[in-house]
């Protein structure tokens, strides 16, 4: 079984940084793709930044220019870094991993940006 815990989401001013970590635990054979997902408030949960095991990325058009996704394979962690900040990034950030043909989720991070 493998687990993925997030860290690091916030209250945040518009313009502002944070950097969300997920790390992997648990019996896992290979984890391929790693990733982030985000849910807002009445919205549903939308596709943010993948990383494939290669380092291969991809990225949504919102945040492209302003978030950067890494990986480090040694640790099975995941980071998220993102700038310029906006009140629209408000959401709950899930951490999301490829195990061996699996989805596997995070429980959640909340980013919080304020105007």
């Known amino acids: 079984q493998v687990q993925l815990v997030e860290s690091g989401g916030d209250l945040v001013q518009a313009g502002g940084s944070l950097r969300l970590s997920c790390a992997a635990s648990?019996?896992?054979?290979?984890?391929?793709?790693m990733g982030w997902y985000r849910q807002a408030p009445g919205k549903q949960r939308e596709e943010v930044a993948l990383v494939s095991s290669a380092g291969s990325t991809k990225y949504a058009d919102f945040v492209k220019g302003r978030f950067t996704i890494s990986r480090d394979n040694a640790k099975r962690t995941v980071y998220l870094q993102m700038n310029s900040l906006t009140p629209e990034d408000t959401a709950v950030y899930y951490c999301?991993?490829?195990?061996?043909?699996?989805?596997?989720w995070g429980l959640g991070t909340l980013v919080t940006v304020s105007s």
């Open positions: 648990g019996s896992m054979s290979k984890i391929d793709v």
């Open positions: 999301y991993a490829v195990n061996a043909g699996y989805d596997v």
